[in-house]
C-alpha cells in the first residue's frame, strides 16, 4: 500500500515537471515576446509583417528580372549599359545621393522644437512609408543627426530656424494619415509641447535634393 | 580508526535512504528550478489571456519565418546580380567605371556587407522591480532608447550601424508595437546589440558625448536599463535585406541617366 502511495506521488511529480518542461520549452522556442501583447498590438505586428513581406516580394520580383536580363545580355555577349544606368540612377535616389521628385507632405514646423521631438517625427514618416526625406532642404541620408534642445536645433550641424519644413516623399494620404491619426505625432506633440505647431499639407510633386555627406565608408570594408 | 567509523556511519546513511525518496527529490528539485525559470521568462511582460491571441501569435510567428526566408532570398539575389556585373564588364572601360560607381552607391545605400572597426553597445531591460505607482514600460528598452544610441552613433562618426543584425538605412524606421521593438519591419529579441563600424576611437568618442551621458541618467540610472559595450578587433555589419525600389519618388530629371547600350 505504502509503496503504490509512493509510486503515484512520483508520478504526479512527474506530471507536473512533464508539463512545465514543455510550457518552458515552448515559450523559449517562441523567444518572441509575443506573450507579452494585447489583441490590438498582434494585429498591428501582424500588419507591419504583411507590408515587409509584400515589399520583400516585390524586391524579389524586380531582382529575378534584373538577373534574368542580365543573364541573357551575357549569353549574347552583351552588356547594356542602360540596365547599368537605371540601376545606379535608382540606387543613388534611394541612398540620397541623386536629387529625387514624387508626391508627398510638407510638415511645417514652428516654435520651439527639441531635436528628439523631430527624430521622432522623422521616424513616424519612415514607418509610414517615406521614401525621402529633407529637414530645412537639407536630405536625410543614413547617417543624418539632428540634435539640440527647444528652439536650438542642428540638423547636419546646420542650425534650423524657427519655422522650417520637413519634406516627405512617399505616399501622400498614407504619410498624412499616419501623421494626424489620432495618438499621432501631431496630437503628441500638441499635448506635450503646446508652444510647437506642426502643420501637415500634402502635396503633389516635391524635389528633394541630393545630400553634401560622403557616403562610403573609409574605416569599413565590403565583405563579399 | 575515525576514518573507519566515518565510513561505517556514512554507509549507514546511505542504506537508509529510500531510493523512491532520491527520485523525488531529484524531481522536486528540478520542478522549483522549472518554476522558477517559468517565471523568470514572463517577468516583466505583461500576459493576456484572450483565446483570440493564440491564432494571431501563430500567424506573427510563421510571418516571421516567411519574412526571414524572403530576406535571405533578397540578398541571395543581390549576390547573384553582383557576381554576374563583375563577371560581364569585361575590358569595356564605360561599364568599369558604372560598375565602380554602382558599388560605392551600393555601399552607400547599405546593400553590401561590412567589416571594420567600431563598437557594440548592448541595451538589456532593467532587473529592479517597478514601483507601485511606477509604469513596468518605463524599465523595459524602447524603440526611442535605440533611436537614440544609433542618434549617438552617427554624431560620434560611425560609418554603418545595425541593431540585431538589421541594417539601419535611410528607410528604416525603430518603432515600439506593444512590448516589441521593430526595425525594418523585423522584430527584434532582447538584448538589442547595436554593432557600429567606424574609427577605432568611436566608443570613446559616444561615451564623451553629452547625449549619450543623457541616456545613461536618463534610463541606466533611473530605470536601471543595462548599457554594456564591447569593443571586439573587427566588427561585422551585414546587408540591408528590405526592399530598394521607390514606388513614389524619382530621380530628378538633372539626375536620370542617358539610355545607352554597350557591348
Do not use: C
Not at chain 1, 517625427?121 to 547617417?143: C, K, Q, S, Y
Not at chain 1, 547636419?156 to 516623399?169: G, H, Q, W
Amino acid at each position: 500500500m505504502r509503496r503504490m502511495r509512493n509510486q503515484l506521488t512520483i508520478a504526479a511529480v512527474s506530471f507536473v515537471l512533464g508539463l512545465l518542461v514543455v510550457t518552458q520549452l515552448r515559450a523559449q522556442a517562441s523567444g518572441s515576446g509575443l506573450g507579452g501583447m494585447s489583441s490590438q498590438d498582434l494585429t498591428v505586428f501582424v500588419a507591419n509583417l504583411n507590408a515587409g513581406i509584400d515589399q520583400r516580394r516585390q524586391e524579389i520580383a524586380a531582382l529575378e528580372r534584373d538577373l534574368a536580363t542580365l543573364a541573357a545580355n551575357q549569353d549574347r555577349g552583351v552588356v547594356s549599359l542602360g540596365q547599368v544606368r537605371d540601376e545606379l540612377s535608382s540606387i543613388r535616389a534611394y541612398a540620397g545621393l541623386a536629387a529625387v521628385v514624387g508626391p508627398g507632405v510638407t510638415v511645417s514646423v514652428a516654435g520651439p522644437i527639441d531635436g528628439p521631438t523631430l527624430e521622432d517625427l522623422i521616424n513616424e514618416l519612415r514607418g509610414a512609408g517615406a521614401e525621402a526625406i529633407a529637414i530645412g532642404g537639407i536630405r536625410i541620408v543614413a547617417g543624418s543627426a539632428v540634435t539640440g534642445g527647444p528652439g536650438d536645433v542642428e540638423v547636419e550641424d546646420s542650425p534650423l530656424d524657427d519655422t522650417f519644413e520637413v519634406s516627405a516623399i512617399g505616399g501622400a494620404e498614407t504619410l498624412t494619415g499616419s501623421l494626424t491619426r489620432s495618438g499621432g505625432i501631431v496630437a503628441q506633440v500638441a499635448a506635450t509641447s503646446p508652444d510647437v505647431s506642426l502643420t501637415v499639407t500634402p502635396v503633389e510633386r516635391l524635389e528633394l535634393p541630393a545630400t553634401k555627406r560622403n557616403l562610403v565608408p573609409e574605416h569599413g570594408s565590403p565583405r563579399l | 580508526m575515525a576514518g573507519t567509523g566515518l565510513r561505517a556511519w556514512a554507509g549507514h546513511r546511505i542504506r537508509s535512504i529510500p531510493s523512491w525518496q532520491i527520485t523525488l527529490g531529484l524531481a522536486l528539485l528540478g520542478l522549483g528550478f522549472l518554476i522558477a525559470a517559468q517565471l523568470a521568462t514572463e517577468r516583466p511582460r505583461i500576459r493576456y489571456t484572450t483565446q483570440e491571441r493564440a491564432p494571431l501569435i501563430e500567424t506573427a510567428i510563421d510571418l516571421q519565418e516567411s519574412q526571414a526566408t524572403l530576406s535571405a532570398q533578397v540578398l541571395q539575389l543581390r549576390d547573384q546580380i553582383l557576381a554576374l556585373e563583375q563577371q560581364g564588364q569585361g575590358t569595356n572601360a564605360a561599364i568599369r567605371e558604372l560598375n565602380d560607381e554602382l558599388e560605392d552607391a551600393r555601399l552607400a545605400a547599405g546593400l553590401i556587407p561590412l567589416r571594420g572597426t567600431g563598437v557594440v553597445f548592448q541595451l538589456e531591460d532593467s532587473v529592479e522591480p517597478a514601483g507601485a505607482v511606477e509604469n513596468e514600460r518605463d524599465y523595459l528598452v524602447t524603440a526611442r532608447d535605440l533611436r537614440t544610441m544609433v542618434e549617438e552613433l552617427w554624431l560620434a562618426g560611425a560609418e554603418a550601424i545595425a541593431i540585431n543584425g538589421e541594417r539601419v538605412v535611410p528607410t528604416t524606421s525603430i518603432i515600439d508595437i506593444g512590448g516589441l521593438i521593430l526595425a525594418n519591419s523585423a522584430y527584434l529579441s532582447p538584448p538589442y546589440q547595436i554593432s557600429a563600424i567606424g574609427s577605432e576611437d568611436l566608443y570613446e568618442q559616444v561615451v564623451s558625448s553629452p547625449g549619450f551621458a543623457d541616456l545613461v541618467r536618463a534610463r541606466q540610472d533611473a530605470y536601471g536599463i543595462r548599457i554594456g559595450y564591447l569593443e571586439p578587433e573587427q566588427v561585422d555589419i551585414p546587408a540591408f535585406a528590405g526592399t530598394v525600389t521607390l514606388r513614389n519618388a524619382r530621380p530628378a530629371p538633372s539626375e536620370a541617366p542617358a539610355a545607352g547600350d554597350g557591348g
